[in-house]
């Protein structure tokens, strides 16, 4: 064989990989992703194995279980979770931190309609990740001010770092590791968050932002360059930190049919007592006190209340929540033409 280092490695990883990249190519000229980048050195390290039996997978005790691998053998791993029956495939990944991660492909159920009726808006923001129109205000957690402070210095400290150096590598490490953290704390925010709203309510409601758009650069071109670069920025991580989209990603998947996604036009000026629109009505960040009828409120719950009750005219409108049936109907042109 020419290469020897591909006989050393399982063919099964590399028949994946090749099915996987196919894939990828297939999903962006069908337009629904974007197109496949090189891979980058620790960055979505991994391989997938397919045609799992059922003894590759076994349980050693209470807190720890293990895999085979092809070309490896028995791999330990700590049994977070119990594995699904009749898995058929599992991938093997490797974070920025150096953390190895097996997760086991299987569709889990969505949780159960509590049936109670009752509905939610949610608002997403950057000073509050998530407004209920019940009044509850949830924040995505993030690194402390004492991490914060750490990583400032380590960022400071891989400027002056020579490239390819030990190091550099080391202080890569170490942000690396500070990275995960935050991002495991969202994570398990998203998931309790998500869950908690799918099982208290039978229809959630939230605005369908752009958040693609909304996060774009404003850098520019060398020819016409952006403005408030610096701010643009800024406010592009706190959206990013906020975990908008995985937040609403999560609640489709556990709530499927039972997200609605209104329009966010006005949701923020509106008042949610009397209906009038009126900018200066939003005093500050966090106050709302319209000057119509003097309702006094959090901004970001009145914008909460907004939007259920928009999503509650929009059901109406047309065809009720899922979980009920089909309630009203909008009247339909071609048949109003018919005559």
Same mark, same amino acid.
């Given at each position: 064989m020419e290469s020897?280092?591909?006989r050393a490695g399982s063919i099964v990883v590399q028949q994946q990989a090749l099915k996987d990249f196919a894939q990828a190519m297939a999903n962006f000229f069908g337009g629904t992703h974007r197109r496949p980048t090189w891979r980058k050195r620790g960055q979505g390290e991994g391989f997938r194995i397919v045609a799992?039996?059922?003894? &590759?997978?076994?349980?050693?005790?209470?807190?720890? *279980? +293990?895999?085979k691998v092809p070309k490896v053998g028995w791999v330990r791993f700590r049994w977070s979770r119990a594995v699904p029956d009749g898995v058929k495939s599992y991938r093997i990944t490797r974070d920025r931190a150096g953390r190895w991660h097996v997760a086991f492909a299987?569709?889990? &159920?969505?949780? #159960?309609?509590? *049936?109670?009726?009752?509905?939610?808006?949610? &608002?997403? *923001?950057?000073?509050?990740? +998530?407004?209920l129109s019940t009044g509850e205000m949830l924040n995505a957690p993030g690194?402390? &001010?004492?991490?914060?402070?750490?990583?400032?210095?380590?960022?400071?400290?891989?400027a002056r770092a020579k490239r390819g150096s030990n190091r550099r590598g080391k202080v890569k490490r170490a942000i690396a590791k500070l990275k995960a953290r935050e991002t495991d704390r969202r994570k398990d925010w998203v998931e309790k968050t998500s869950t908690d709203?799918?099982?208290?309510f039978d229809v959630i409601a939230v605005e369908d932002l752009k958040i693609r758009n909304m996060t774009t650069s404003a850098k520019g071109t060398i020819e016409a360059r952006g403005r408030n670069v610096?701010?643009?920025?800024?406010?592009n991580r706190l959206i990013m930190a906020a975990a908008w989209g995985?937040?609403?990603?999560?609640?489709? $998947?556990?709530? #499927?049919?039972?997200?609605?996604?209104?329009? #966010?036009?006005?949701?923020?000026?509106?008042?949610?007592?009397?209906?009038?629109?009126d900018a200066k009505s939003r005093e500050s960040q966090a106050d709302f006190r319209c000057r119509s009828c003097g309702y006094a409120c959090n901004a970001d719950v009145n914008a909460a209340r907004n939007i259920k009750l928009a999503a509650? $005219?929009?059901?109406?409108?047309?065809?009720?929540?899922?979980?009920?049936?089909?309630? $009203?109907?909008? #009247?339909?042109?071609?048949?109003l033409l018919v005559g």
């Open positions: 020897e280092w591909l799992v039996k059922a003894g &590759d997978v076994r349980r050693l005790s209470g807190n720890v *279980g +293990a895999v299987a569709i889990p &159920d969505p949780i #159960p309609v509590p *049936g109670t009726g009752e509905a939610v808006g949610v &608002d997403r *923001g950057v000073a509050v990740s +998530a407004a690194l402390r &001010d004492p991490e914060k402070v750490r990583l400032l210095r380590l960022l400071r400290k891989l709203l799918a099982r208290r610096r701010q643009k920025a800024g406010r995985q937040l609403v990603q999560r609640l489709e $998947h556990k709530a #499927p049919e039972r997200v609605a996604k209104v329009n #966010p036009a006005f949701t923020s000026q509106r008042c949610s007592a009397c209906g009038i629109v509650g $005219h929009a059901v109406s409108a047309r065809e009720g929540p899922r979980v009920a049936g089909p309630v $009203h109907r909008e #009247p339909q042109r071609d048949l």
